[in-house]
């Protein structure tokens, strides 16, 4: 019984936070082996956040491994954008 509850609570938190992060025009987020995450935006730039929910800087052309074992190169580096759609309502424009 608890673990269905633990699992009902991590499903609505996961929902919330990719709600909350499509309003700022990301298409997709992927998990990377490291734990941290990237999102790429509408028009295909990227952006990372840490393992530790902190957005990160990452070199343009980098290469990244998800957990499912492909290879992706990074493009750009939009920590600006994240922030916003990470943070909406933190002020700024």
């Given at each position: ?68 074992g ?21 002020g700024?424009?």
């Amino acid at each position: 019984m608890l673990t269905k509850i633990l699992s009902a609570v991590a499903f609505a938190l996961m929902a919330s936070s990719a709600m909350a992060v499509d309003q700022g025009g990301v298409e997709q987020s992927i998990l990377l082996t490291d734990g941290s995450t990237v999102y790429i935006f509408e028009d295909g730039k990227m952006a990372m956040e840490d393992k530790f929910g902190r957005v990160a800087r990452m070199q343009e052309g980098h290469v990244m491994e998800t957990r499912d074992g492909q290879k992706i190169v990074m493009n750009g580096d939009e920590i600006w954008r994240l922030k916003r759609a990470l943070h909406p309502n933190r002020g700024g424009r």
